[in-house]
Structure formats: structure tokens, C-alpha cells
């Protein structure tokens, strides 16, 4: 939808979308060097649309420094979970002189790139929370052309230098996010960025499509942080990722390869989805065909793509809706996490309809726009890289290598001890920060209480003495799953409420809920506490967790339909329930 149009609908839109249940809350602090309004309004519409309800705060216009260095006495009272940096290069300061030297360019660049960082600092210092910052938009003039990316006095130059510092940071500072003002400009293209009537006006330095475009990109670093963001390409096949009816043409005819522009563009396209597949994004076949024909299409030589890279794999003649159900559940995750793609604008429709919470893309026809169709949605959008995430596709792989063992033995316990598991439980690291953060926020179905946690806030609990906290990564015979499952525990006297317990779903019915049951009544015993209180809150993806407590022998100690209390004593006599993986290491 245009900007202008959302931003005229912009009252009603919010009205339905805060209709829905479950929103997740979160502050956001605008610090703006302009006005902000705009991109606030925009911003709220798209984090709406995926379930993430934000409180905004204002910063007074172009006192972005003043508030967060000199009196951030209104930001502490605020509490925010994120703090926006609004700025652009119109905030920039000073201008170099056209007779500047190379020391004079490195001295402007350090000057501006300081007064940045102590933002940073001082928000990190008094606010402990996550900061978006807008890098910068090259300059709308060039007072030498060409030359202004060569010369120590160029606009252009000073710009990337600074951009570069910034990304620099970035990558040392875990709490430190930049937005790509520099990229959407570039999308979106500088004329149409920039319109001057409009800062004059208004102090708003972007039109209302680019404003659209950085509100966009931010909202896909805000789904990042809270887990948001999708986790499974779901492809149909015929004129989707190659040309042709592989059924009517055969395998020796679809068009893919370098031999015509059609073919290459859908060649292109499925490098597009092996690079989203080596970064840890899954893919999925949904295909109305025969399977034994369909799959054929992976076998012609200038395929991309081979089988041995599809997660899940539906090619019949039943209706798509139904397919993208199964291969959800195949996959243990929800419909929440699937973008669907195909040519057919019919299926689209249907999905759409059928299974709203799955993302549909109007990719269109032509294979030459798919990629850019799905860029444009950020639907894969990724604040940090994780071992996990780059190995996800492996772990799929060995998740169906122990559903094909598990049919030779004649009990489950024989499939379990064949497994040779092993685990690690500890209480929380900060290598593993990240990640742990990461699972928080994109765990819905094994979620007893469904709480999110940011980043720095599961920082404060590793050092928290009244909390116990503990990790649980897993391994077998067939390869390292990774850390998988997380406890939270908040210390009350002789009590622990337990206000955080989840586990990834590609390690269910293998054991490991025992485990780290037996870790947390271990760490209970050491500190002397007396009873564990867990809490179950159901929404609409947890029922697979609904009795957890009941089956590890707490009894039910109170609650309603809104939230069950479970406890269970801690003796001295607790008896171990782990019985098939190799002891946790403590440390």
C-alpha cells in the first residue's frame, strides 16, 4: 500500500490491528534529528501488522544529544526497550573546508563519529536498553561532482568514511543496531528521498515513500530483535523455480541454466534461496504435481537447487493450504514463521485467505522480480548470525535421519538409547547471550509462560544472584542440535517461580525437559530452596505444553483459565528422572 494512503488510513488501520490478541508491548524511544512523526505513525502500522504493539516517546526536535547525554532524566522515567537514533546527514556537523588535508578529514570524521559514541555510551550507561541508529544517506549535493569521493574536502567521501566507523561499532557493541538509511536511499533513489519543501516546511527530511521505506527497514531490525522474523521459504515448482510444466515438458525441457534470459533469472532465483538456506533459513516444497515427477526437476543438471537442501517436501494433488499446514507441523514450527511463493496469483489468494498468518508475497509472474519482491518484505531480516542459525539446515537434516532410524527399533526407549545423546546444562555465558535471547523470543509453542526477554535484560539475570538460569544444548549420534532449551528462575526467599521455561521443538519426546529438570532441582538443592512454583499462561500456540508440570510431578497449587500454579517440594531424596542422555555438565 502507498505511503499516502497508509498514512490517510493511518487511524482506522491502527484501530482494527489493535484489535487482535497476544500483542507484544514494547517502549521505543524516538531521539530525533527531525520530526518523526511520520515515520512513528508508519512504523506503529507495520509493527502492528506482526504483532508488536509500541509505546513511543518523543524526544523535543534536534535534542537527540541534549536528551540522551546532557539530561536523560525523561528517558530513565520512560524505562525504553529500544532507543532510536533518528538522525541523518542533514545532523551532520561542521563542513569540511576546500583546502582540507588528509589529517583534517581524519580529525572530522573522528570529531563526528565521537559524538555518536557518546550517545551510545550514555545511553547504554542510563538507559541499559537497545539502540537503533540510522547511518547515513550520501549528501543530495555533490559541490565537486566525482571528486567528492576522492577529495579529504568531498561530502561523499566523509560520508562512507563515517558510515564505515559506525558499522565497526556496530559489530563490537552487542546492544548497537544500525538501520540503513545509506541503503534505502540508495533504493529508493536520492531525488525521490529528499524533498526539500517538505524540510523546510516541516523539518521532515524524507518524502512520504522514503519515510515509508526507513520505517520498513526499521520494523524488520525490531522483528529481528523480538524473533519476529520468518524461518521457512515454502517454493511451489513449475514457473516458480524453474520455466515450464514439468509434468507436460519434462525434466530435459524446463527452462533453467544460462542459456536464455528466462532460464537465467530462475537460476538466479534459486541461488537467491540457497544463499537464504546457508544462512540458516529453511526451504519447503508445496507443489500440485506427482511427487515422483516433481522431484525430477532437481536432477537436471543446471538445478541450483538439489533435494538434499528441501526441509520439507509436499508434491501431490491436495489443496496447497493443506500442504503448508503439513509441512509447518513436519517442521515443528508455526505458520507464523512461513513465506509462501508462487506464480499463481489463485494459490496465493487461497493462502492467503485460508492460512492468514502465513506471508504471501505478490511476487507475480516474472521470475526477474522475485527476488526483489521478497527483499522488499524483510521477511528474513537478521541482527546477528549464530552457529545455530548457520547450521539449521543441517540439524533439519538430522532431525530426518533419526525419524527414519526410529521405525528399526520395536520400543521408543531402544530409538532413545540408540541415539547416544549428550548434554551440556549451565547457568547462562556470555558466548551464548545472543542466542539465548535469540530462542526467547522466537519460541511460541514450548513456552510455558510465553515472557520475552531483550538482550540486555537477559544479560542482568546471568548476574543476578537471586535468579537461576540455565541453558540446555544437546547432541547425538547424528550431530550437535545446539542450544535448545532455557529455564529462567526468580528467587523468593525459599522459593523459585520458575518465570521462564522453553524448548525448541525440533527436540521434543527425546528427553531433555527431564534433564534440565534435574539441573534446576540440582542448582535448588545447592542454594536451599525449599519449592519450585512453575506457571503455565496458555495462548493459542502453547497447548503443547499444557500439562508439562503435571507430567513431571508438580501438583497444582491455584490459578483460573488465564494461568495455572504448579509446585513441586525439593528434597534431599529427589531421584533423578533423566534416563537416556549422558550427564549435564555443571559450572
Known amino acids: 500500500m502507498p505511503a499516502a494512503v497508509l498514512l490517510r488510513k493511518q487511524k482506522a488501520l491502527r ?12 517502549r521505543i524511544a524516538l531521539l530525533g534529528g527531525s520530526t518523526t512523526t511520520e515515520f512513528a505513525s508508519l512504523l506503529e502500522l507495520l509493527l502492528l501488522e506482526e504483532g508488536i504493539q509500541p509505546d513511543f516517546y518523543f524526544s523535543d526536535y534536534n535534542k537527540y544529544f541534549e536528551e540522551a547525554v546532557l539530561d536523560p532524566s525523561r528517558l530513565i522515567q520512560f524505562g525504553p526497550n529500544l532507543v532510536f537514533v533518528y538522525t541523518s546527514s542533514i545532523n551532520i556537523q561542521g563542513r569540511a573546508v576546500l583546502e582540507a588535508t588528509e589529517d583534517d578529514f581524519a580529525a572530522h570524521v573522528t570529531s563526528e563519529y565521537m559524538r555518536f559514541a557518546s550517545i551510545w555510551n550514555a545511553l547504554d550507561e542510563f538507559v541499559g536498553g537497545m539502540v537503533i541508529q540510522n547511518n547515513f544517506e550520501l549528501p543530495a549535493q555533490r559541490l565537486l561532482g566525482n571528486f567528492d569521493l576522492i577529495s579529504a574536502a568531498g561530502s561523499v567521501r566523509f560520508v562512507n568514511q563515517l558510515n564505515s ?17 545509506n541503503a534505502v536511499a540508495a533504493s529508493v533513489g536520492l531525488k525521490n528521498f529528499h524533498d526539500p519543501r517538505r524540510w523546510y516546511g516541516y523539518k521532515i527530511f524524507s518524502t512520504p515513500e522514503a519515510s515509508l521505506e526507513i520505517a520498513k527497514s526499521a520494523a524488520g531490525i525490531v522483528r529481528a530483535i523480538y524473533g519476529r522474523t520468518r524461518k521457512c521459504l515454502v517454493l511451489d515448482l513449475d514457473n516458480t523455480l524453474w520455466g515450464g510444466v514439468i509434468g507436460d515438458d519434462g525434466p530435459e525441457k524446463i527452462k533453467i541454466g544460462r542459456e536464455t534470459p ?21 526451504l519447503a516444497v508445496c507443489s500440485k504435481n506427482s511427487e515422483s515427477i516433481a522431484r525430477q526437476g ?27 499446514k503439513a509441512i509447518a507441523a513436519e517442521l515443528n514450527i508455526g505458520l507464523d514463521s512461513l513465506v ?19 506471508a504471501v508475497p505478490n511476487v507475480g509472474s516474472d521470475p526477474t ?10 521477511y528474513f531480516e537478521s541482527v546477528r548470525l549464530s552457529r545455530e542459525d548457520l547450521e539449521r539446515s543441517q540439524q533439519y537434516e538430522a532431525n530426518a535421519q533419526r525419524t527414519a532410524v526410529e521405525s528399526r527399533f520395536e520400543t521408543y526407549d531402544e530409538y532413545l538409547d540408540s541415539l547416544e545423546m549428550s548434554a551440556e546444562i549451565a547457568p547462562f555465558k556470555p ?10 523470543n522466537k519460541t511460541n509453542q514450548f513456552n510455558l509462560t510465553t515472557r520475552r526477554y531483550t538482550r540486555a535484560e537477559v544479560e542482568s539475570l546471568a548476574s543476578n544472584p537471586s535468579c537461576i538460569t540455565l541453558y540446555g544444548k544437546l547432541a547425538d549420534k547424528f550431530g550437535d542440535s545446539g542450544l535448545i532449551s532455557i529455564i529462567i528462575g526468580r528467587r523468593e526467599g525459599s522459593i523459585l517461580h520458575v518465570d521462564l521455561w522453553i524448548m525448541s521443538c525440533r527436540v521434543l519426546k527425546r528427553g531433555v525437559e527431564l534433564i534440565m529438570l534435574d539441573s534446576l532441582i540440582s542448582a535448588c538443592q545447592r542454594d536451599g530452596i525449599a519449592e519450585v512454583l512453575g506457571y503455565y499462561i496458555p495462548t493459542e500456540k502453547n497447548g503443547l505444553v499444557a500439562d508439562h508440570y503435571a507430567k513431571l510431578g508438580f501438583e497444582r497449587a491455584g490459578g483460573n483459565e488465564q494461568k495455572s500454579i504448579w509446585k513441586l517440594k525439593v528434597s534431599r531424596e529427589y531421584a533423578p528422572r533423566n534416563k537416556y542422555i549422558k550427564e549435564p555438565v555443571h559450572e
Not at 264 to 278: G, K, N, T, V, W
Not at 302 to 313: C, G, M, R
Not at 371 to 378: A, P, Q, T
Not at 431 to 440: E, F, G, N, T
Open 431 to 440: 558466548v551464548y547471550v545472543d542466542r539465548i535471547a535469540q530462542l526467547i
Open 340 to 358: 509462501f511463493v508462487d506464480d499463481n496469483p489463485a494459490e496465493r489468494e487461497i493462502i492467503s485467505a485460508q492460512l492468514p498468518m502465513v
Open 165 to 181: 566507523e559506525f558499522a565497526r561499532e556496530a559489530g563490537k557493541r552487542t546492544k548497537l543496531f544500525l538501520n540503513d538509511l
Open 369 to 378: 522480480g522475485f527476488i526483489s519482491v521478497l527483499e522488499d518484505g524483510r
Open 262 to 282: 528466462e532460464a537465467e533469472a530462475y537460476s538466479a532465483f534459486q541461488e537467491y534461496c540457497l544463499r537464504l538456506r546457508d544462512r540458516g533459513i529453511l
Open 298 to 324: 532437481f536432477a537436471h543438471p543446471d538445478s541450483v537447487l538439489k533435494l538434499h537442501h528441501i526441509s520439507s517436501f509436499k508434491a501431490n494433488w491436495d489443496a496447497k493450504y493443506q500442504n503448508v
Open 15 to 26: 484501530r482494527d490491528l489493535l484489535n487482535q490478541t497476544h500483542l507484544l508491548g514494547t
